[in-house]
């Protein structure tokens, strides 16, 4: 049979050649391709839950951030703006 082949043109050796490989590539891909593609959609599924609940709480939690490192910065490092919260003692009468 081997020789059968080498015996032919080049031309339709390589068309041979062509033709198994692609019919081993379609039965791979039939036979193994669902496998490998439930796993890569169920990791598709997993990242963008992730996703959204990372999207859910960042921006938030950002904001929350900022306005109180705002609040601090207002409080600790200019103090005519905070002093009313540094007094030991009440100086308005809302704060008795």
């Not at 080498?6 to 193994?32: F, H, K, M, W, Y």
């Not at 490998?36 to 904001?63: H, I, M, N, T």
Request: charged letters at 25%; zero cysteines; hydrophobic letters at 50%.
């Amino acid at each position: 049979m081997m020789s059968e082949l080498l015996s032919l043109p080049v031309q339709i050796q390589a068309a041979l050649i062509g033709a198994a490989a692609a019919l081993v590539v379609v039965l791979l891909r039939d036979l193994l391709g669902p496998l490998f593609l439930d796993a890569l959609r169920e990791r598709r599924e997993r990242r963008k839950a992730a996703l959204a609940v990372y999207g859910a709480y960042a921006d938030p939690l950002a904001a929350t951030t900022e306005y109180l490192f705002w609040r601090l910065r207002e409080i600790f490092y200019e103090p005519s703006r905070a002093v009313f919260l540094k007094l030991p003692e009440p100086n308005t009468e809302y704060q008795l």
